[in-house]
């Protein structure tokens, strides 16, 4: 439930209107993105989906156990099927062998894709999905999200699900240009950010005496 | 020089500024309303805007004041990772903030509650108190920035104290 002793965080803007806590569509949001495991025999190789917060291994999160204090807490997990190239291409060596020794002609590119996929197909079941969680805190109150990661590929794999889970509302990502944007102190500004180009910060070269350098000249 | 890596170069003017303003205001800010004070902590990465010239990693000592950080500074490179410690009224925050405003192994005040729903509470306050502090003096920032006539005296007295480092 509580957040650990050192986090990193990316923080969003969320679009759109905040959802009422109590409302069914909320519920029925994350119960539609809830993660489903790959099973031994799916064609897929990747699914991603709310988990609990505490437990990624809890696949029904509610509500009601995941929002306190004006923030629902979500964890998406991902987990993604890697079959390691090396043990595919052993496995095609070896049929490629066995049918060499069998008498056959080389195999044509479409007998080799389907060798390969056979070959595929037989690694599936066996191979362990390698899983990834990231979690974030979604203040209602603030209408922000604060991504308990700064990691670019989860975080951006976690942005995609979030909209495509919360119908029209997405996440923007508040780096320098985008916070100019959304503060209420800046946003009269954003325009000037077309034209900014990086500053030189040092004084101009001719005017660079350090306060160091005049003492030691004086002295 | 691609969007992106403008957007960053605004981010690393940021951290500069924000670090020579501590400096130069010895620590003291008025943040959320109340009296906060904002130092460098432990760790400075700085770098060119070009890439060029490597990055310079500084955790020994005290990074902020080091001969080391003077040089990079002078030639010409900014700040892209800053550690700094906010206090205020008897709480304090770690943080180490990047170019692109992502926060790194934030350490929250500790909270003295005892349920773990009153302590989700207070870290959540701290948490959100700590995301108004940078958006606070990112505005401030920006607001200088973004108008000519203020930048202009703003860089004299960045110019200045890079010179002074």
Do not use: C
Request: zero cysteines.
């Amino acid at each position: 439930m509580l957040l650990p002793r050192s986090i990193s965080v990316r923080r969003y803007a969320v679009t759109g209107k905040v959802p009422d806590p109590t409302s069914e569509d909320l519920a029925a949001a994350l119960a539609r993105g809830a993660f489903v495991p790959l099973g031994a025999d799916s064609p897929e190789d990747e699914s991603a989906g709310w988990t609990g917060f505490d437990n990624f291994l809890d696949t029904a999160p509610d509500v009601a156990t995941s929002f306190a204090h004006g923030v629902l807490r979500l964890s998406l997990r991902m987990d993604k099927r890697v079959i390691p190239a090396g043990l595919v291409r052993a496995h095609v060596a070896l049929e490629r062998k066995a049918l060499a020794a069998s008498g056959e002609r080389k195999p044509t590119k479409r007998q080799l894709d389907e060798l390969r996929q056979g070959v595929l197909d037989m690694l599936r079941p066996q191979a362990q999905p390698k899983t990834t969680v990231v979690r974030g805190l979604w203040d209602f109150k603030g209408k922000m999200l604060y991504l308990l990661t700064t990691a670019q590929t989860p975080a951006e794999r976690f942005a995609v699900f979030f909209a495509s889970a919360f119908g029209d509302r997405r996440l923007v990502q508040l780096e320098p240009p985008a916070l100019v944007a959304h503060l209420a102190a800046t946003k009269d500004r954003v325009s000037q950010l077309d034209t900014l180009e990086p500053a030189d910060l040092r004084l101009p070269a001719d005017r660079r005496t350090t306060r160091r350098a005049a003492s030691a000249e004086e002295a | 020089m691609d969007e992106r890596e403008r957007d960053q170069a605004l981010g690393r003017e940021f951290l500069t500024w924000l670090w020579a303003t501590t400096e130069l205001e010895h620590g003291e800010f008025e943040l959320d309303g109340q009296p906060t004070a904002l130092v460098v902590d432990s760790e400075l990465v700085l770098g060119g805007d070009d890439d060029q010239g490597g990055i310079d990693i500084l955790r020994l000592g005290e990074p902020a004041t080091s001969a080391e950080a003077g040089a990079a500074l002078r030639s010409g490179k900014k700040a892209r990772q800053v550690r700094f410690l906010m206090a205020r009224d008897g709480e304090e925050w770690t943080f180490t903030l990047d170019e692109r405003l992502q926060l790194r192994g934030a350490r929250l005040p500790t909270s003295e509650s005892e349920h773990p729903l009153d302590i989700l509470a207070d870290q959540l306050t701290a948490l959100r108190a700590l995301g108004t502090a940078v958006d606070e003096l990112f505005a401030r920032f920006a607001r200088i920035r973004l108008a000519a006539n203020e930048w202009k005296g703003e860089l004299k007295r960045l110019g200045q104290w890079i010179a002074d480092k």
